[in-house]
């Protein structure tokens, strides 16, 4: 167990460096100089090539980016060009929210997919499994953003159930933190709710065909225990997989969600950085992102080990 974790850690070393070399690469792949467009139109070359310096565009490429790393390993993750704050400061005032709106879009997806798609595979063919897979279709086919935006259109704007944008922080109380996140996640997670779903509805189809499920079935065991207890727990380890590839999802749709939703959270923080081309701001939130969907996917692999204990060798 112990040398299974040692080499799936040692395995993320290589993806981590890639990705580093791809995110400090972001500078200089870029179209254009990013220093002029940094700059605007109207700048002189004096500012321009100040700016230049100021990125460290002048020097080259491979000093540049290793003392980049040595800066990230130790936390660094530089300052930004128009607040001239460092991005690790901007990161820690905008996680709470992303990361909020992630676990509760997680957590409702999957008390809402799996038992969704267990059904569905246990009633096979009948109205039941039509309609999850309806709704699975229905989930694939509509934009975040328009799911969003009827939500917020029903919920908040006719009915007046809950608010149309903002974010409460936690400090201030369980239920006006929730008010504000219930139809965020529930936009972000229409989609995931409809992959996994799917993929549960799928794998439980194949599970239920074999021998010891009809043997359970004929010596008497409850349709619950059947269900839960032999049935997906063979079946986990495909869901786990997708539950782990799509926080991809996850980290993609917020970016929409919390524009759509006025949400002050990272996804902001990388539209706004985007669009004032703040070139070290976009290096650390995507950094962070990867490191956070690396380390997700370790989890995924350990949680392997505890459902499968084959997989460990």
Known sequence: MLSFIIRRIVATIPVMAFVA?????????????????????????????????????DRPYLIRFGEWAVRVVQGDLGTSIFTARPVTLLIAQRIEPTLSLMVLTLLVTVLIAVPMGVL????????????????????????????????AYLFALKLEWLPVQGYTPLAEGVWPWLRNL??????????????????????????????????????GVSHRNVLFLHALKNAAVPVITVIGVGIALLIGGAVVTE?????????????????????????????????????????IDLAYTIVDPRIRY
């Not at 791809?22 to 200089?28: E, G, K, N, P, T």
């Not at 870029?30 to 565009?57: C, F, N, T, Y």
């Not at 569905?120 to 935006?149: C, E, H, I, Q, R």
């Open 259 to 299: 524009s759509v939703f006025a949400i002050p959270g990272l996804g902001r923080l990388t539209v706004d950085a985007i669009l004032q081309r703040d070139y070290p701001v976009i290096q650390g939130v995507i950094l962070m992102f990867s490191f956070v969907y690396v380390l997700v996917n370790l989890l």
């Open 182 to 219: 219930i139809l965020p996640a529930l936009a972000l997670g229409f989609v995931y709710i409809a992959l996994i779903a799917r993929i549960t509805r799928a794998t439980m189809l194949e599970v239920l065909q074999q021998d010891y499920i009809r043997t359970a079935r004929s010596k």
């Open 21 to 57: 070399l791809f995110v400090f690469s972001l500078l200089y792949i870029a179209p254009g100089d990013p220093a002029a467009v940094i700059a605007g139109d109207q700048a002189s070359p004096a500012e321009v090539e100040r700016i230049r310096q100021g990125l460290g565009l």
């Open 120 to 151: 569905a595979a246990w009633n096979a063919g009948t109205w039941v499994d039509k309609f999850a897979m309806a709704f699975a279709v229905l989930g694939f086919s509509v934009p975040v953003f328009v799911v969003g935006y009827l939500l």
